[in-house]
């Protein structure tokens, strides 16, 4: 069967939501001790060997091309994850989180400078409701502002997962996506391990396993394997600006799923601003102008 673009959408939709449930996991983890880097390399490690199991007659056929695109893909995605590691350890979760979304803006700019795709009216309108929904959701604007070395990095994160989402919609569309996802994996673990040993320094022995261990296989298995073989599948048959919008719906599951495990309370901001980022998204769906072809056309028909 053909998957239409409304399919890819919806694939994407689920992805969002597989990853918003990663925050509340994710946080269990840290709880327990568990640092961002053996976090980042037991997600990439459990991603790698679920990959290859079900896909390794392709993954075996790999050629250099496929390799070099893969390899791409995984350094800017894992560069979007280590970033924004870094840039939550020195700002707030919400000034992370909101600067971090800006790679909405960047991706239809992306998409037009590297590949020559054009820039809807509509694009405009989709994000900037987007981005007030994200403002009202974090709270950013009742809290005093202050740029910090944290909040660079969150841009650069941004840039980062921009950079990312537009790679796999136009870049990566000929590579079969199990090598691209199987990529993904490998990056993020030998990332994450390096992240882990020289930075982190290697530290396992204060982790509470028996309270860490569900949360990072829930993190591999779920978040990552499923979660982004969905997305590599689903973004060759969208567009980059959607995609970047529906998978901006990651926040929003997020505070969802943290709200029902008690991590914080539901508020109206959450409400508010969970539907203008429904309502960018929406937006960006329909197409405008065949509604109103299609409309003229009913009302031809209905005079005849």
Not at 72 to 91: E, K, P
Request: proline content about 2%; charged content about 10%.
């Amino acid at each position: 069967m053909k998957m239409t673009k409304s399919m890819a959408n919806l694939l994407l939709l689920i992805a969002a939501a597989l990853w918003g449930s990663g925050f509340v996991v994710t946080k269990i983890a840290l709880d327990a001790n568990v640092s961002p880097g053996f976090v980042n390399f037991s997600r990439g490690f459990l991603f790698v060997v679920l990959v290859f199991m079900f896909f390794y007659k392709k993954i075996i056929k790999m050629t250099l091309k496929d390799f070099k695109v893969g390899l791409i893909a995984g350094l800017l995605n894992f560069g979007g994850f280590i970033t924004q590691t870094i840039g939550v350890q020195y700002t707030t979760p919400s000034n992370n989180a909101f600067i971090s979304a800006t790679y909405v803006v960047i991706i239809p700019f992306l998409a037009w400078v590297l590949y020559q795709k054009k820039l809807p009216v509509k694009s405009f309108v989709s994000i900037a409701f987007c981005l007030l929904g994200m403002t009202i959701l974090t709270g950013i604007l009742n809290k005093a502002i202050n740029i910090n070395i944290g909040d660079v990095y969150s841009f650069i994160c941004a840039l980062f997962y921009a950079a990312s989402i537009v790679y796999l919609g136009y870049g990566a569309r000929t590579t079969d996506f199990s090598i691209v996802a199987f990529m993904l994996g490998v990056v993020q673990a030998i990332g994450g391990l390096a992240f882990f040993f020289f930075v982190e320094e290697g530290q396992l022995t204060s982790i509470n396993w028996s309270v860490a261990i569900v949360p990072l296989l829930y993190m591999g298995i779920i978040c990552s394997f499923v979660g982004q073989t969905v997305q590599v599948v689903a973004q060759k048959h969208t567009s980059a600006t959607t995609a970047g919008l529906i998978m901006m719906l990651e926040g929003a599951f997020g505070s969802i799923f943290s709200v029902m495990f008690g991590f914080e309370s539901f508020t109206v901001q959450l409400v508010v601003g969970g539907m203008l980022i429904m309502l960018s998204i929406i937006l960006m769906e329909v197409d405008f102008k065949q509604m109103l072809v299609k409309n003229k056309e009913q009302l031809r028909n209905q005079k005849f």
